[in-house]
């Protein structure tokens, strides 16, 4: 090769890690968003499949699930404990290899209590995700999910402090 060819392999190689990149954070980003918005019509079943892959293993504080349909359920579950919340993440770290990628991040996220006859103040928490990204014909999908949570402050969904 010659050294204008080497610089066009690196060059198409660095669009293709920036691309990829790019997608996966486009796919953290959504099921971040996702955790706030799905289900609000009622039990949605489909959008898992925007995020992870059909054999996605997932780790949470509330519990473990295998698979798209066992994911909607936890979701829905842990969800609807609430009357509402807002997840916020950042220092969204990717470590790409080839069609796999390993990612962390950041989140800190408020759930809003039902309303009802005693005023409890907000569950408020911060952790991190983490997991695996795979390349699949329909884009970047999660194979694997993780919830480690740092902190809590007020009432958890049962009304009762964490820890």
């Not at 829905?76 to 404990?81: G, I, M, P, T, Y």
Request: proline content about 5%.
């Amino acid at each position: 090769m010659t050294l204008q060819q080497d610089e066009l392999a690196a060059l198409s190689d660095r669009v293709r890690e920036l691309g990829d990149r790019a997608a996966i954070n486009e796919l953290l980003d959504r099921y971040i968003v996702l955790l706030d918005n799905q289900d609000e019509n009622g039990f949605d079943g489909s959008w898992p499949s925007t995020v992870f892959t059909d054999d996605v293993r997932m780790i949470f504080p509330v519990g473990a699930c295998e698979g798209l349909s066992d994911v909607a359920r936890l979701h829905f579950v842990a969800k609807n404990r609430f009357d509402r919340s807002l997840h916020v993440s950042s220092n969204h770290i990717v470590t790409l290899d080839g069609d796999r990628a390993r990612v962390r991040l950041n989140v800190l996220a408020t759930h809003v209590h039902h309303p009802g006859p005693e005023n409890r103040p907000n569950f408020d928490i911060g952790g991190y995700y983490e997991g695996e990204a795979v390349r699949t014909a329909a884009g970047w999908r999660l194979c694997t999910w993780a919830f480690h949570l740092v902190w809590s402050t007020g009432p958890g969904p049962d009304g009762c402090p964490l820890g």
